[in-house]
């Protein structure tokens, strides 16, 4: 059974950075797509960043380029995310979600990302940033 466990949210002070971590189980990371998503209270859920199948390529959403890195350690079946320079617009709870190659071909946060993709999904982690 897939599984995936966020963790590394907390409180934070503007420009402050957190890592997060998705600990997946149940697969091996070759093969899928890791992205994180995050929701902000009374908003939409959204698209952060996603390290495509070996990680061979990453995308950012344009609200968090240049400030947040996704990277993926496969042989400890862990995706990152570290979160630098936060603001408090920031503040969401962030998910990380698999998606099978199979399943969607390409991983791109630049434009719109299809969230039925994503088969498995965490229980989510809270940033909050704020003074």
């Known amino acids: 059974q897939l599984q995936l466990v966020e963790s590394g949210g907390g409180l934070v002070q503007p420009g402050g950075s957190l890592t997060l971590s998705c600990v997946v189980s149940g697969f091996t990371l070759d093969y899928y797509h890791i992205a994180w998503f995050r929701q902000a209270p009374g908003k939409e859920r959204e698209g952060v960043s996603c390290?495509?199948?070996?990680?061979?390529?990453?995308t950012y959403a344009e609200s968090v380029k240049g400030r947040f890195t996704i990277w993926r350690d496969n042989a400890q079946n862990t995706v990152y995310l570290q979160l630098n320079s936060l603001k408090p617009e920031d503040t969401a709870v962030y998910y990380c979600?698999?998606?099978?190659?199979?399943?969607?071909?390409?991983?791109?946060?630049?434009?719109?990302?299809?969230?039925?993709?994503?088969?498995?999904w965490g229980q989510g982690t809270q940033v909050t940033v704020s003074s």
């Open positions: 390290s495509s199948t070996f990680g061979d390529t990453t």
């Open positions: 979600a698999a998606a099978h190659i199979t399943v969607l071909a390409m991983c791109d946060m630049t434009g719109a990302v299809r969230q039925a993709d994503f088969g498995s």
